[in-house]
């Protein structure tokens, strides 16, 4: 989505804006940034953090920074219809990647879980906090004149929705966990 060059995920554009203005690298600020959520993520939930949430941003922080500084320097897409192919196809292995991993029972990306502590706590669809996390995100990007795009958008307005329609989908196939039924008995 990044090689895409139409906006980056409102996460990424908040953290490619926190390089631009402090420094550190991209990969750096998903676990700076990953580490304050999950905080906020206790203090939703009224518990402690759920410090399991660093795994996968550690891992998500190091491979950022590998594919976009050393592995993929060399990509380069020309022409829109490229461009729209490429991030859409982005956008949609996300949300599939999203819904299989929070079914899976791994540990949650910080933003992840928050979109879930606020669903746990307001008792609103996933896609409506995932989308106010995007938002939320979003903001922070814009205020840091991060690289916000047409796709920043399309991400903040639809990356909730299409969670929701693979975890439907993935529940359907009969590909369930405890945590994941929690999350779809709550949206009834």
Not at 48 to 68: E, K, M, R, S, Y
Not at 70 to 76: E, I, M, P
Not at 87 to 104: E, V
């Amino acid at each position: 989505m990044i090689k895409a060059n139409i906006g980056v995920a409102p996460w990424d554009a908040l953290n490619v804006a926190l390089t631009d203005k402090v420094g550190l690298t991209v990969g750096s600020w998903v676990f700076i940034v990953g580490g304050v959520i999950i905080l906020i993520n206790g203090i939703i939930r009224m518990r402690l953090p759920n410090v399991t949430g660093a795994i996968p941003i550690v891992i998500i922080g190091f491979f950022v920074d590998l594919l976009n500084l050393k592995v993929l320097t060399f990509l380069k897409v020309n022409g829109a219809l490229h461009q729209w192919i490429l991030f859409l196809a982005g956008l949609s292995i996300l949300a599939a990647g999203i819904s299989f991993y929070l079914r899976a029972q791994l540990p949650s990306v910080p933003n992840d879980e928050l979109m879930l502590a606020v669903t746990e706590r307001t008792g609103w669809q996933i896609y409506m906090t995932k989308t106010i996390g995007e938002a939320a995100a979003l903001i922070l990007a814009i205020i840091l004149k991060g690289p916000v795009g047409v796709g920043t958008i399309i991400v903040m307005l639809g990356i909730g929705v299409l969670i929701h329609v693979f975890d439907k989908l993935l529940h359907k196939i009969g590909f369930s966990s405890p945590v994941a039924q929690t999350a779809v008995n709550e949206e009834k």
